[in-house]
């Protein structure tokens, strides 16, 4: 059971380059997350989703965007990237309102650098 | 601006100690408070979580202790190991049409010295 997989781990991009970070999961989750993590400020969310073909914004969305054309993938692009968007990367995931379990699952996160 | 206060930034605590972390919020509309753990270049994963009906929850050495009046809650770590080591996060989150998506604290160093 993989459970929540991100794709590259590392990346190194110049800025003004685009590029699309790729979640996948194998749960059956209606929700998935994209959050960034820097030194001394916890996790902050950038965009969500409640299913598929919907997305939302969250704390930190500028610069990003976000698509959810299947259930089991998250993607998060960057169409020009500034050096304040190096950070690493986490997607999460996580069961529909009214279930029992809320847990939400992370994956192992990507550690990008824009030079 | 950040929800949930978390502190101190960093513990040091001997091995067979009680680290103690303490988290703050203002949004009485929270109703679900997970705490997670993070070890170096992992993701966070789920250690405990707590709802505002209960004010205790324990689950092995690891225990919540819940504040609802004062908005506060505290992770305490009995008999700390060195393999507790790791950065700790609380978070709350809203049960709602928009997800469960978590507010987190800043974080907490854990450093269980042998």
């Known amino acids: 059971n993989a459970g929540v997989t991100q794709t590259p781990k590392f990346r190194v991009l110049k800025t003004g380059q685009s590029m699309t970070l790729l979640c996948a999961q194998d749960?059956?989750?209606?929700?998935m997350y994209w959050y960034r993590q820097d030194p001394g400020m916890g996790l902050r969310l950038i965009h969500y989703?409640?299913?598929?073909?919907?997305?939302a914004k969250g704390e930190v969305p500028d610069g990003y965007n976000v698509s959810r054309l299947k259930k089991q993938n998250f993607l998060l692009g960057l169409e020009s990237a500034a050096p304040s968007q190096t950070s690493v990367y986490f997607c999460?995931?996580?069961?529909?309102?009214?279930?029992?379990?809320?847990?939400?699952?992370f994956g192992q996160g990507t550690r990008l650098t824009v030079v | 601006q950040q929800q949930v206060k978390q502190s101190p930034q960093s513990l040091i605590v001997q091995k067979g100690g009680i680290s103690i972390i303490n988290c703050a919020y203002e949004?009485?509309?929270?109703?679900?408070f997970p705490w997670y753990q993070q070890f170096p270049g992992k993701g966070p994963a789920l250690l405990i979580a707590?709802?505002?009906?209960?004010s205790e929850k324990k689950e092995g050495r690891f225990t919540i202790s819940f504040n609802k009046s004062a908005k506060q809650f505290s992770l305490h770590i009995m008999d700390s190991q060195p393999g507790d080591s790791a950065t700790y996060f609380c978070?709350?989150?809203?049960?709602?049409?928009?997800?469960?998506?978590?507010?987190f604290g800043k974080g907490t160093s854990l450093l269980v010295t042998p």
């Open positions: 999460a995931s996580s069961y529909s309102r009214g279930a029992m379990n809320t847990e939400a699952f």
């Open positions: 749960m059956n989750h209606e929700y």
């Open positions: 989703s409640v299913g598929e073909g919907t997305t």
């Open positions: 949004n009485t509309a929270f109703d679900y």
């Open positions: 707590i709802r505002p009906d209960v």
């Open positions: 978070a709350a989150s809203i049960n709602s049409n928009s997800g469960y998506a978590l507010n």
